[in-house]
Nanobody, 124 residues
Framework: QAQLVESGGGLVQAGGSLRLSCAAS????????MGWFRQAPGKEREFVAA????????YYAASVKGRFTISRDNAKNTVYLQMSSLKPEDTADYYC?????????????????WGQGTQVAVSS
């Protein structure tokens, strides 16, 4: 049974940084895209960032481009999200997802496996 486990969330002041990790187990996802999504209280889950199977291409939501960086280590079956210059509006539960496709999709329908999420809270 494939499983994704996120870690690294927490409380940080505006302007600070956090690094989220997502460790996959049960199967390898080295041939598939990996993504990060987030859901703020009272809002729908939205796309944050995605990375292609080999890590050569990435795609970001406009709201985080230039501040967040997605990366992956296929040898460790792990994907990361480095978040910098955090803003209060980045407060949300962050979810890791493993794709059905190899390219860096922003669409939730292209992801088959989801983690349980990790909370990120940014204070002003």
């Amino acid at each position: 049974q494939a499983q994704l486990v996120e870690s690294g969330g927490g409380l940080v002041q505006a302007g600070g940084s956090l690094r989220l990790s997502c460790a996959a187990s049960g199967r390898t996802f080295s041939s598939y895209a990996m993504g990060w999504f987030r859901q703020a209280p009272g809002k729908e889950r939205e796309f944050v960032a995605a990375i292609s199977w080999g890590g050569g291409r990435s795609y970001y939501a406009a709201s985080v481009k230039g501040r967040f960086t997605i990366s992956r280590d296929n040898a460790k079956n792990t994907v990361y999200l480095q978040m910098s210059s955090l803003k209060p509006e980045d407060t949300a539960d962050y979810y890791c997802a493993a794709g059905r496709v190899s390219y860096e999709s922003a669409h939730q329908r292209d992801y088959a496996y989801w983690g349980q999420g990790t909370q990120v809270a940014v204070s002003s």
